[in-house]
């Protein structure tokens, strides 16, 4: 396996840490991230053509329940074998095979400030924040339901971190905004608090309907050249096993009409809602993630959409969810092997269930990171601010994230071996026993030549103890409260941010969408 | 990449976990791990030949200093460029590959126990803990230099993690102890308090031959037998940049003689003692791990050695040490790569250094895991307990890592995909939209599908603040006072251990070694 591939450094400026003046968070700059390591194959062919062969067994012999009239409809139409009855779908393997080769391997999701354009696809790694948390927390306040207020911190801290290069889906649920306008009021703070592409929620088609007008509105775009240039993305989970309920399918066809990207992430808990052992599990979460892509492009042919995976076991002593298990490990790399194969993009993430920002939260998100990057996924969701498994969004949380990511980015550039950076003539000038820190090749490179951390505190242990012995998460506070005081928002021109309140006002006063 | 070979279960016990029962740490029983991936080539054949070459060049060219009379009439005799008047050894391409060549690709390490035998080489994985720390660190008593009480403790605690395969080395330098006596204590210990391998210190040949003489008396070998099923393990540091210094290369002398496994691992801290840029610092390790790889195989041809990589960096701006860095894990790789080329087996490390056991302390570690187990090391030393870069030996941290050790190990593991773990009849049983819980196929398999945690605490938010809301530092702390509690030595011969006995009596009278 050999490191391919080059840095992307597109929209990048040519200095190597955009922050470092004037006692600013030291960062890396924007750089959409290519992975210069082939992804593991976790299964020889034999194995992963029987997990491949299951999938299609389940759907061929056990269908999956689709509560959407419409979309029965449509399957129907294109060759599935529909139980009008009880809504269930069985689809032959030839069908679902040539409906998901439809699909594109890549594909751009386009941002508003071109220079935030991400390719989701080949060795490309996007990370996103963490997404739909119903709480927040953070060391000072502790833990409490989102408001609008978190809602748009934490929109504010991901922009102010360019290694999470898509920002939204809701950090954290605005739960003091009315539930059916909710999604207006988040839009627009998107188009004014980021200059990055856009997730959605996709529950049903009317807030896809909403986000889809309000980004062309934004980017400027008529309907057609929004199809051809996608700015939304969002995640349509089944309710696994075998379930697909309505206003998911509802959001699902309105995002493949307008053409605009789709995750389908199965949530496959082993021992829960798929079966204990891992393989089980993941046949049913590839069964499900199939299904759902050829349905999509039913609907939409060629259309955008990644395949998701996120199968994890529960805790057997209480059905607790647990992550960054060493099954979540094994499934993120197998998984994507499976997305490969179909030649789909695929999408993993950081997840962890721990209930504080210790030892816990960063070995379990280390295990689901490293299953993602090294299984060679395109999407990495929730990658920072992730807790509890998925009820809450941290702002420490975020900050040791995206600490971890941009280690992992580092990393995963591909190292140059030249007669320059092989320094035979530096090793001659030093000499046995010397020392290189005054070496001309040292001096000539010391500043630029290794990654500088953000939460990461290497004084030794007296000066550390002198200066308040504050662990990773304490020191993740400063940062934040650090990243908000200078939190700059992106230019927005004031005659569309008008046009967008407009949008706003006037689908508010329609009542927003049925809740 | 495939995963390939089989799990190891030598010596384990056919039971999952062995210490379930009344209310004992849940812990893996002992198992030899075996990676199941493939190990990762992070560079393409042309930078990797280029990185060989220049080690070569600086062999050829610039050579190593050799700071022993004994070893220079070695190297010389065989052909090496020998110049008296500063120690320094120049050594021809061809040379070099012709004595490392003769090394074994793989050998085994043999325990008091047989059943603790381990494997070094192939697709094994050998875990060890800490070892050499001048400090040691726990949450009560805070962090203090060494004693004979911590050295025993952490032996012991050491002993009773099984996926601490190698417990030994000085966990804690035992401060207390005379240093020319210390570490014929210490030998008696290890005979004492753990079955497991050894490994010692190597500090000039005197210690060797009590290590040796030791393990031959509690093992009742003759010294002959000792060769062919060598015992004692230690490490060989270079003092880089090319230099290796007397008391290091006597020790080296006295363990190839007794045909005793050395690692030999240079200490290329990028920026420091070796050139700023990571390729150089690579390049400078190969060469000085070479250049006394080939040389012990011209003391002892054939005789066990293990390709030790430690690249680093240090922080440029105050010269700190730092481990777990995006660069140390790029070297960790590379190093497997280029002990591959050479068919040596690997040692890499646990390291990080951080000052607490918080997020920083996981992240950092994992970090270099995971370039340990991707990059195919086949000893991972400090694999458990190294805080500060190596200034601390916790007893928390230990408690932690091996947390982290035995997920990996877990995760390292083939996966089974046959028709019962594809679980279809479970599938079709429980249906759309149900639940697994209650299947007979989970039923059957529950309490043993899943790693169950060591210190993660999977509990919701609620129940785990009104437990105490301890984090996973404070979690440890608890475990190895269990562990220390339900401490049982494993059985020793009385008339071995008198034997023992006589013998540090004898040395001890006789003065012990030059210090």
């Known amino acids: 396996m050999t490191i391919q591939g080059s840095e992307s450094d597109k929209g990048g400026t040519p200095r190597r840490r955009v922050r470092r003046e004037a006692g600013r968070v030291p960062l890396l700059p924007w750089r959409q991230v290519v992975n210069a390591y082939a992804p593991i194959e976790a299964l020889d062919e034999e ?56 699909a594109p391997e890549s594909f751009t999701l386009h941002a508003p400030n071109p220079q935030r354009d991400l390719v989701i696809g080949a060795r490309h790694v996007v990370f996103n924040a963490v997404s739909s948390a119903p709480n927040c927390s953070d060391l000072d306040a502790g833990r409490r339901p989102g408001t609008q207020v978190d809602f748009r911190n934490l929109l504010k801290l991901a922009h102010s971190l360019p290694i999470l290069h898509l920002p939204a889906g809701y950090a954290v649920e605005p739960a003091d905004l009315p539930p059916a306008t909710r999604h207006l009021d988040c839009l627009h703070d998107y188009a004014r608090f ?45 309710n696994s096993p075998l379930r697909a309920d309505g206003a998911m399918v509802d959001g699902l066809m309105a995002m493949a009409r307008a053409r605009q990207p789709v995750i389908v992430t199965p949530f496959t808990l082993a021992g829960a809602m798929a079966p204990v052992t891992l393989a089980g599990a993941l046949a049913l979460q590839n069964a499900e993630a199939l299904a759902l892509i050829a349905f999509l492009q039913m609907v939409a042919p060629g259309a955008p959409v990644v395949y998701g995976g996120y199968t994890s076991n529960v805790d057997m002593k209480t059905g607790a969810p647990a992550f960054g298990t060493p099954e979540y490990t094994r499934a993120a790399f197998i998984g994507g092997q499976l997305a490969r ?4 993009p695929y999408r993993s993430s950081n997840a962890c269930a721990a209930n504080e920002v210790d030892a816990q939260a ?42 971890m990511l941009q280690m992992l980015a580092e990393f995963l550039k591909p ?12 090793i001659a000038e030093v000499g046995p026993g010397g020392h290189f820190f005054g ?19 290497w004084r030794n242990f007296e000066s550390w103890r002198l200066a308040g012995a504050e662990d990773a998460a304490q020191r993740a506070n400063k940062i934040w409260k650090q990243l908000l005081r200078e939190y700059e928002a992106p230019p927005l021109d004031p005659a569309v941010d008008e046009a967008l309140a407009d949008y706003v006002a006037r689908r508010k006063a329609e009542g927003g969408v049925a809740v």
Chains 1, 2 share one sequence.
């Open 47 to 102: 194995r992963l053509e029987r997990l491949h062969d299951a999938s299609m067994r389940i759907l061929e012999e056990q269908g999956i329940e689709v509560l959407n009239d419409e979309a029965l409809d449509i399957l129907a139409r294109h060759g599935a074998t529909v139980d009008r009855a009880n809504g269930r779908v069985r689809l032959d393997r030839a069908l679902v095979l040539a409906f998901v080769a439809k």
């Open 194 to 238: 980021t200059d990055r592409a856009w997730r959605c929620s996709a529950l049903g088609g009317a807030r896809v309907e909403d986000a889809v007008a309000m980004n062309a509105i934004l980017r400027g775009l008529g309907g057609e050249e929004l199809a051809e240039k996608p700015g939304v993305m969002t995640v349509i989970n089944t």
């Open 341 to 344: 194969r179909y030649r789909l």
């Open 362 to 403: 960063a070995y379990e998100s280390e295990m689901s990171l490293w299953g993602a990057v090294m299984g060679g996924a395109n999407v990495v969701a929730h990658g920072a601010g992730w807790m509890e498994g998925g009820l809450v969004a941290s702002y420490e949380k975020m900050v040791v994230d995206a600490e």
């Open 415 to 426: 190292l140059v071996v030249d007669e320059e950076s092989l320094a035979l003539d530096a």
């Open 439 to 457: 070496a001309a090749h040292t001096l000539a490179r010391f500043e630029a030549a290794f990654y500088a951390p953000l939460v990461s505190d």
